[in-house]
């Protein structure tokens, strides 16, 4: 299957699975094995997890992350591995916005505090997601911020060799509040209209595009 110049093997590709493994963000033997044996059993795309953009992107303590120049060569490492099998990988960049800080589902998903090395949640609105505390609403300065994490965890990407880029943008996570009507109430030009609150998206795609080659893949994930 060819998607503009990149040429995946086969139609069989491995959807992105949380692994809850990483510590400061660095994928590490666990996901070198993780995403290895799908490789070498001749999967065409491997998505890794879905992976921070920041610290404070990551949904809990112990998501992967592509925010420094450590974590590109440690994502680098399992990127050779899966070339060597012939398969081809891409990483999801991903916000969890008012899903984010909390323990891994096992431990029930509850907020972690700042005491337990937890932050502050944020969303285009203060609207809570089911047991967690409301989140802060961003500033317009903020959310420009948040756009050049995502143009610059795509440059990481593009060192750290994958050939995919997909953007995170379901499941109630940063992007997803956004987009519905549900979450976001702004009252700005992020809010309201359809145009606006397609807005953070759009400007996120055109952040990525500046950085990620035309010629590569950039694919966006969305949910009802």
């Not at 999801?92 to 008012?98: C, I, S």
Request: hydrophobic residues 35%; contains cysteine.
């Amino acid at each position: 299957l060819k998607i503009r110049d990149l040429i995946i093997p086969n139609r069989i590709w491995l959807s992105p699975m949380c692994q809850y493994s990483a510590i400061d963000g660095l994928p590490n033997t666990w996901h070198t094995v993780h995403l290895g044996k799908y490789a070498m059993g001749k999967v065409g795309l491997i998505m890794t997890e879905a992976s921070g953009i920041s610290p404070s992107a990551r949904s809990t303590l112990h998501d992967t992350g592509i925010w420094n120049d450590e974590q590109v060569d440690a994502w680098r490492t399992i990127v050779d591995f899966v070339h060597l099998q012939g398969a081809k990988i891409g990483i999801q960049l991903w916000h969890a916005g008012q899903k984010s800080s909390t323990t891994t589902p096992w431990q029930g998903q509850d907020y972690v505090d700042a005491n337990s090395g937890g932050w502050q949640a944020v969303a285009p609105s203060e609207i809570a997601f089911g047991k967690l505390p409301k989140p802060r609403s961003l500033t317009e300065e903020e959310i420009h911020s948040i756009i050049d994490q995502y143009r610059q965890a795509a440059t990481r990407s593009l060192k750290a060799g994958f050939d995919v880029v997909e953007i995170h943008g379901a499941h109630g996570y940063l992007i997803h509040s956004f987009l519905s009507p549900i979450t976001n109430h702004r009252k700005d030009q992020y809010g309201g209209s359809f145009e606006n609150r397609t807005r953070f998206v759009s400007e996120v795609v055109k952040a990525i595009r500046e950085v990620w080659p035309i010629n590569r893949p950039l694919f966006l994930r969305t949910s009802s």
